[in-house]
């Protein structure tokens, strides 16, 4: 232990709590998070690693946190999950090897993409679909081995094409969609994690002081998610990414 342990994990425990909520509430955590592991003296591949540890232990309280309020469906959120388990080990693989700035240079213009289908109206209701499971589109399940790929291989924002690709193509509410979002990056992460560690690229110290704080925002989260509805969501979930995007655009 050195003398800015404590310092090092109180700060990482504040940054988790932020970083737990966005997730739970749109994505973009892990650029607050990730961030905060290099600047406390971890290089891009330990900080990636690092941070998987908490995004694994904030799923699970989130998924637990959704159950409790009844507002779960374990064997639908199970079979989306297994379809990004491919890519999510894939992605897994490649991080450990390959830079991040051309994948967030795509994610800024993938959120800008994502904000503008969030505003202009469809031609849904609003309301969700009577039977999501026969009516979902087969390009969602194109879309899930995608984004579970990119999941696995940076993480950062994986929450907003999530949200995308199931609100859009599944035809859940914003409640629901949250509710499938946290399961199955819960899933992938297992894979994508065992690879980090296996490869040296975690620090359980660090890691285990930032999951603290996102699995206490996470719960809490998760919990005013269901309360607050699809409305509360809709505007978190623009507000989050347009700060996100204008961030790796590096307007500020």
Known sequence: MNEFSLLHTLILFGVGVLAGGLNVFAGGGSSLSLPAL?????????????????????????????????????NKSFKLALWTLPGGVLG??????????????????????????MIVPSKRSGEEKTDPEQ?????????????????????VGVGF???????HLLGAGLVRVNMHKVFIVLI??????????FSGNVNWPLG??????NSLGAWWAARLSVKKGDRFIRYALMA???IIALKLLDVF
């Open 188 to 197: 992938y992460t297992i894979p994508a994690l065992a690879i980090f560690v």
């Open 161 to 167: 094409l999530l949200m995308a690709a199931l609100f």
């Open 92 to 117: 897994a693989l490649t991080a450990i090897r390959i830079s991040n700035e051309l994948f967030e240079t795509i994610l800024a213009i993938v959120l800008i993409g994502v904000i503008i289908s």
């Open 38 to 74: 290099i600047f406390l003296g971890l290089d891009a591949g330990l900080a990636n690693g690092t941070n998987r540890i908490a995004i694994f232990i904030q799923n699970i309280f989130a998924v637990q946190s959704f159950h409790k309020q009844e507002v779960s469906e374990f």
């Open 135 to 155: 009516s979902s589109s087969p390009w969602l399940y194109v879309s899930l081995l995608g984004i579970g790929f990119y999941g696995g291989f940076i993480q």
């Open 208 to 213: 285990l002081s930032l999951a603290a704080g």
């Open 240 to 242: 989050a990414m347009v």
